[in-house]
Nanobody
Framework: QVQLVESGGGLVQPGGSLRLSCAAS????????MGWYRHVPGKQRELVAR???????NYAEPVKGRFTISRDNAKNTVYLQMNSLKPEDTAVYYC????????????????WGQGIRVTVSS
């Protein structure tokens, strides 16, 4: 079964940087888009950034110019470089893989990571 494992979160001061990584493992044939979402208690989970298999990207307005998403298709890994972090970026960040095709599995499913906490505070 495909699993997404996130890493790189933690505590950082305002203005600092963090790099999140998410590696998908399993008998993966292909993944369409990959992305990062975040959730703050009391609010809906929101898209932060998304990248297609062809490299097209889109970002939420609050992170444009500060965050960069990238992807290594050979490693089924997606990254999120977060610069100039603000306290309002504090959230649990979730990795998402869209339309994952697995060997010997006729189903094409979206997959989610378990979430990783990012705290921006002085």
């Amino acid at each position: 079964q495909v699993q997404l494992v996130e890493s790189g979160g933690g505590l950082v001061q305002p203005g600092g940087s963090l790099r999140l990584s998410c590696a998908a493992s399993g008998s993966i044939l292909s993944i369409d888009a990959m992305g990062w979402y975040r959730h703050v208690p009391g609010k809906q989970r929101e898209l932060v950034a998304r990248i297609t298999s062809g490299g097209s990207t889109n970002y939420a307005e609050p992170v444009k110019g500060r965050f960069t998403i990238s992807r290594d298709n050979a490693k089924n890994t997606v990254y999120l470089q977060m610069n100039s972090l603000k306290p309002e970026d504090t959230a649990v960040y979730y990795c998402n893989a869209e339309r994952v095709r697995e060997n010997l599995n006729p189903l094409v499913l979206d997959r989610w990571g378990q979430g990783i906490r990012v705290t921006v505070s002085s």
